[in-house]
């Protein structure tokens, strides 16, 4: 009864979250994702049988876009999915429904990306539990003689490319997460392993399996190899190897092995590429033969592996091309209208796989063109979000390319215990994806093409050369920090000297009592800004309209924001060269200074973290996440020579 009933209250909450969301110019990724929340999420938690639903992957590659499309936007309601989506299988000790370690099916690792997004973001304990489960069963896997994952334990001795996809870039994530260094061996000998025995040195392409045994029917009894090159499974290790990526120490002497397996796979997709379509074939190199289709998933898959891999520069800027082509065909070849600005994505492949019981699949190019194609399968629905908002995001303006944002972590030097028990730093940094986290904020500038960095230590003109843009956000006081660095004269003089020589000063204070203000005012004051001792905007509980601010039309900074939410702000004195470029109530919210060929832009408050952009706690009318775009823009143009 308890299960019907949570299972009844996540579908009201997707519901509730549909019904919120409005129809306005959204994009591709929106529209889809929208379709999937209404759509997949009565099928996947509500139909699945009286038992409730399965933890299945299908629903992780979903979410996997619904996070994009969250960082993407700003708007809660796709956070939400997320966590509703997996609540409904989780009690308080990450204990995950229907699951069961002892299958050692590597799909079920799949959902764990989801776990920890949730961990990072809210800190509750159960999804770094319940992704913990997923680890160990990692740990325990079946392997092949020479340490590959196998699959399942009921299919022995073999490694298929799906494998890679579900289970190596959450381990790579756990493993940054938990400072499990080891894992990182590991995890580039399962890709080093699966490129060894599937690839074809003619073509370039992956077999979709591999029997060490060599003794499945489906497998060459030479080279154990399965006998086609299935689309979807190229698509889900050209997916492990970006995703993998993001969470892989820079300073890892095996990187260079993935970054050139990420280089070889992308040019073997691209060659089999269609020309006319620019998306690609079921069997990706029997593009003529009777009963091959052009396939939805492994297709958006591509897309997005070569987008997301230009993107960061782990591929050429050559890929660049493909990717655009390949995007224009999935928008042609595969999307429909379903009304109400939400979309369709047709012609996915349902299932395939080799092996099995009681129909035995041979991996014969007949058993591949013999399985079913379905409109809004998850596992494309996930797949084509993920592509396009990789391509929503290189289709914005790039005017920082260029450019470098510092955020200091000198005069901001708090430190919390990590999950593993260690320091880590806290409070307005790249990284930190709760509350407190200044990730949403990074994200803005690096889509705008602007590079982020931090300096830990105190600023001078020879460590500031570097950046265009330095933030200094919530100095400590001594409650906040044992031994804080507090800004004196000569601290002062550097940075006003750098600010004189071009640079972009940003200033985000706090309150008088959550920040040190008497010291550190003699930075403001050399451009003639004072923060006053005090604090508005109080607000009581969830008293939104406490916070809030209007933007007058015309504001030279905030072109699209309208309304904001700032608490427990400290207010400005501006004087020559300062001036005010927000006035609330006659109060100085928000100043701006002009000095030498710099500019200065000044705030008592943090205002553009994590809790007030990401869409998770303000009311829809507060647009924190416009006017976090609006200042990145204009921060931009006030670098010399960005105008």
């Not at 196998?150 to 493993?175: R, S, V």
């Not at 077999?207 to 154990?224: L, N, Q, R």
Request: net charge positive; charged share 25%; glycine share 8%.
């Amino acid at each position: 009864m308890k299960k019907s009933i949570l299972y009844t209250t996540a579908l009201l909450i997707c519901l509730t979250l549909l019904s919120q969301s409005g129809f306005a110019q959204k994009k591709l990724s929106e529209q889809l994702t929208l379709t999937a929340m209404e759509k997949l999420f009565q099928d996947t938690i509500v139909l699945k049988g009286a038992k409730g639903p399965k933890w299945s992957y299908d629903m992780g590659v979903v979410l996997e876009g619904a996070a994009a499309v969250w960082r993407n936007t700003g708007d809660g309601k796709y956070f939400k999915y997320i966590q509703s989506s997996m609540d409904a299988y989780l009690d308080k000790e990450g204990n995950i429904t229907t699951y069961k370690g002892e299958d050692y099916n590597i799909d079920n690792v799949k959902n764990g990306r989801a776990l920890l997004l949730l961990y990072k973001v809210t800190g509750q304990q159960k999804y770094l539990l319940a992704a913990t489960k997923l680890y160990d069963q990692l740990q325990k896997q079946p392997r092949t003689a020479e340490g590959g994952f196998w699959h399942k334990k009921i299919y022995p001795n073999q490694m298929w490319l799906d494998g890679l996809y579900m289970g190596e870039p959450f381990y790579a994530e756990y493993a940054k997460l938990m400072k499990k260094d080891a894992a990182f061996n590991d995890i580039t000998k399962q890709f080093i392993l699966m490129e060894k025995y599937a690839r074809d040195a003619k073509t370039g392409l992956l077999y979709h399996g591999y029997d060490e045994s060599k003794t499945e029917k489906w497998a060459d009894k030479t080279t154990g190899r399965s006998p086609n090159f299935w689309g979807r499974a190229m698509g889900w290790y050209m997916m492990a190897l970006v995703d993998v990526l993001d969470n892989f120490p820079e300073n890892h002497p095996q990187r260079k092995e993935l970054l050139a397996i990420l280089n070889r796979t992308a040019t073997a997709t691209v060659k089999y590429q269609d020309a006319k379509s620019g998306v690609w074939f079921d069997i990706m190199d029997m593009p003529t033969r009777k009963g091959n289709y052009l396939e939805s998933s492994a297709s958006s898959m591509f897309v997005y592996g070569l987008a997301k891999g230009v993107r960061k520069g782990w591929l050429p800027q050559s890929f660049r091309a493909a990717a655009n082509k390949g995007y224009a065909g999935l928008k042609k070849e595969f999307i429909e209208s379903a009304g109400d600005e939400r979309v369709n994505l047709t012609k996915t492949v349902s299932v395939s796989g080799l092996g099995g019981k009681p129909k035995y699949r041979d991996g014969s190019f007949d058993y591949y063109i013999s399985e079913k194609v379905i409109t809004n399968d998850p596992k494309g629905m996930g797949a084509f979000v993920c592509a396009a908002a990789e391509m929503e995001i290189a289709a914005l303006p790039k005017a920082g390319k260029g450019l470098t944002v510092t955020v200091d972590n000198f005069f901001n030097n708090e430190y919390i215990a990590g999950p593993t028990g260690d320091k880590i730093p806290f409070h307005y940094v790249w990284e930190e994806d709760d509350n407190n986290g200044f990730s949403l904020l990074g994200k803005v500038f690096n889509d705008a093409g602007v590079k982020t960095a931090t300096l830990k230590t105190a600023p001078t003109a020879a460590n500031l050369k570097g950046s265009n843009i330095y933030i200094i956000v919530d100095p400590d006081t001594e409650k906040e920090t044992a031994n804080p660095n507090f800004m004196t004269a000569e601290h002062a003089k550097q940075v006003s000297e750098w600010v004189k020589s071009g640079g972009v000063l940003v200033l985000l204070l706090n309150d008088v009592g959550n920040c040190e203000l008497t010291k550190f005012n003699v930075l403001p004051e050399s451009f003639g800004i004072h923060f006053n001792e005090d604090s508005r905007n109080k607000v009581q509980g969830s008293n939104f309209e406490q916070g809030a601010i209007k933007i007058p039309d015309g504001n030279s900074i905030f072109k699209t924001a309208k309304k904001v939410y700032i608490k427990e702000i400290s207010t400005i004195v501006a004087k020559s060269p300062a001036v005010s470029a927000l006035t609330d109530k006659s109060d100085v919210v928000i100043a701006t200074a002009k000095y030498g060929k710099g500019t200065v832009f000044a705030v008592g408050d943090p205002w553009f973290y994590n809790e007030y952009i990401d869409g998770r706690k303000l009311p829809s009318e507060f647009e924190n996440y416009k006017a976090t775009n609006d200042l990145v823009n204009w921060l931009i143009k006030q670098v010399p020579g960005k105008k």
